[in-house]
């Protein structure tokens, strides 16, 4: 049975979460707390397996409890976020701190869409309870590595990321150790729209790259970085000798968009040999076959390691179906790319 502890300073989202997760079997909400104070005492004397936390409360920010609490006992945290912009930075700071994932704040008006949420909601909480971790394990943004032209292949090469649940800093710390004359990368993260712009600031803030959203028809140049929207699929195409950024509004592939599915069949049909795919930790399946593909049509390709990934649904399944040719731990994926780039 997983115990959960809703905290939350609305008594209607309270009463709301409570009720939702009350009707999985597995789960049980120990209590309720409109404020950091109250959980933090709930905390001791119920011991619960999974939180979930509001970002605005009274007397003390969501932000400043969660970092006091994974510093004194770290647990898995869902943060119940507005899909706002507002909202993403504040929700990215929560997962840079430890939080597992983020989930919008439900509202009592969504009337067809509640079961949709309800089902999204008790998927998280069972994911979170299985989830690695780990806060004292994150590594600091490292100094770029230096590097020079006559080392890589800048101009021709290609690197492709696929990252769900946990992604967004496993991203970031990689991002950290790279070269300005990086070459470019394609970053296909499952995150709402109203985060995505939010994301690449963040990681430009952290990475001597330029990151930006892609905004499609962008010849993908070294030294950039391209993040999907969050309501867009993005996928490459070459004209003539360069490749360009596409975007796509089709249907989700995989449930998701964008999708890793999507991103990487398009560099596989048109630049697998060039490419180095990677495949960080998520929950499902999204960019396997995929991968699978790319590596088949050339691609070098590797998967974040279950040990420091957050969830290895995405990479495992790569691994399962076999198209994994390598398993590196996160704080090793920069420094294994720059050598994987080094001509021979």
Known sequence: MIKVLVVDD????????????????????VGSAEDPYQAREMIKSLNPDVLTLDVEMPKMDGISFLRNLMKLRPMPVIMISTLTEKG?????????????????????????????????????????????????????????????????KLKSR?????????????????????????????????????????????????SAMTVHEAKGNEQLKPGHVYVAPGDKHLTVRRQGAHLYTRLEDTEPVNRHKPSVEVLFNSIAKE?????????????????????????????????????TSVVWGMPGAAVDVGASQEQQPLGRIAPRLLQLLKID
């Open 88 to 152: 993403a930075a504040v929700t990215l700071e929560a997962l840079s701190l430890g939080a597992i994932d983020y989930i919008a704040k439900p509202k009592s008006d969504l009337s067809n869409k509640l079961l949709a949420y309800q089902d999204d909601l008790i998927a998280k909480i069972r994911l979170a309870a299985r989830c690695n971790v780990r806060p004292s394990s994150i590594i600091p943004p490292q100094p770029a590595a230096s590097t020079t032209g006559e080392k890589h």
């Open 271 to 307: 630049a697998a040999k060039t490419t180095i795919g990677v495949m960080l930790t998520g929950m499902g399946k999204d960019g396997a076959e995929a991968m699978l593909n790319l590596r088949n049509q050339g691609a070098h390709t590797l998967v974040q390691d279950e040990a």
């Open 10 to 29: 609305s008594a209607l989202v309270r009463q709301l979460l409570s009720h939702m997760l009350s009707q999985a079997p597995d789960i049980k909400v």
């Open 158 to 206: 290609l690197i492709a990321i696929g990252a769900s649940t946990g992604g967004t800093e496993a991203i970031a710390q990689i991002i950290a150790q790279l070269p300005d004359n990086f070459p470019p990368i394609v970053i296909a993260q499952h995150i709402p729209a109203a985060f995505s712009a939010s994301f690449a600031r963040r990681l430009d803030g952290k």
